[in-house]
């Protein structure tokens, strides 16, 4: 029996481009789809970063008295290390740093001194960083360990200040539960671009304020910062972060900017939203409305 052996045709030239097209167009129908899960991803977890914050503060009022944290103190600390007594900043994010389950990092920063300097500047918080904050580098902005999420200024700061046991407070006039407007309907923590102009050393998460210039939305000047004497100016949709400004709000999601409510509930706020229903939901005792594009 003769057995006919066949050659094996290989592709054309013109089948296999017809197949590398093929190709090139499912990855061009696959791309948009899987930016769309990574940007989802994103904003979940931003979300996420969001609620654990609220959360910090209401565990932080539960285990004083109700209190919601200062905007800054300082104290007078014996530095273990050295036997020495020290004055130490503790800013706002730093109090929050045992209810986010950082407690050796709160009291290592605590006996520092100065503790927005090196080294403690360079300790990265990854829930204080929005995954799409595309200002960031590393967990970074200027070289030093930032923050994508801005306090509301009329809720932590804008409210009483003096000494009690020896420490300088500067803390808010309400407890978490005597806001007047409700917790549901007022903002606790709004996003930014960290590296937006003007921000520099506001960036930093552990950067002190005693003049309370961390914050968004004051309505009184701030000394020695002209920067930042606005009132809740609107927020800024899609801008990239070296167009943001830092006194206004700003997020890498483009079409929403997420806000972390009193309540502990995360609020993804549209471009619909007007800027009085904004300031409504800043102003903690302003008697006013959240609108219907809320």
């Not at 791309?31 to 914050?53: D, T």
């Not at 007047?180 to 960036?203: K, L």
């Not at 002209?226 to 206004?248: C, R, S």
Request: aromatic residues 10%; charged residues 5%.
């Amino acid at each position: 029996m003769i057995r006919v052996l066949r050659k094996m045709r290989g592709f054309t030239l013109i089948e296999l481009l017809v197949v590398i097209a093929i190709i090139a167009i499912l990855i061009g129908l696959l791309l948009p789809a899987v930016q769309k899960v990574r940007q989802a991803a994103a904003r979940m977890q931003c979300g996420n970063n969001l609620k654990q914050l609220g959360l910090a503060i209401a565990n932080y009022a539960g285990a004083n008295q109700d209190n919601l944290p200062p905007a800054m103190v300082y104290a007078n600390y014996n530095n273990p290390a050295t036997g020495a007594n020290v004055g130490a900043w503790t800013p706002f994010y730093c109090s929050l740093l045992p209810y986010i389950e950082q407690q050796n990092l709160y009291q290592s920063i605590g006996l520092t001194g100065n503790s927005w300097n090196a080294p403690n500047n360079l300790y990265v918080i990854k829930t204080y960083l929005c995954p799409s904050d595309t200002s960031l580098s590393n967990g970074m902005a200027g070289g030093q360990s930032a923050t994508s999420y801005l306090r509301n200024y009329q809720l932590f700061d804008a409210s009483n200040s003096g000494t009690v046991l020896g420490s300088t407070w500067q803390h808010s006039q309400y407890d978490i539960g005597n806001i007047p407007d409700g917790n549901s309907n007022t903002i606790a923590f709004a996003e930014r671009f960290a590296s937006a102009a003007g921000n520099g050393y506001n960036a930093n998460w552990l950067y002190y304020t005693q003049n309370a210039n961390w914050g968004y939305g004051t309505t009184a000047p701030v000394a020695g910062n002209l920067a930042w004497n606005n009132p809740i100016l609107a927020p800024q949709f899609n801008v990239p972060y070296t167009a943001a400004l830092g006194q206004q709000c700003s997020s890498g999601h483009n079409t929403a900017i997420q806000c972390g409510m009193m309540d502990g509930s995360v609020k993804a706020v549209g471009t619909a939203v007007s800027l009085a229903t904004w300031q409504a939901a800043f102003t903690p005792a302003g008697q006013d409305l959240l609108g219907s594009n809320w």
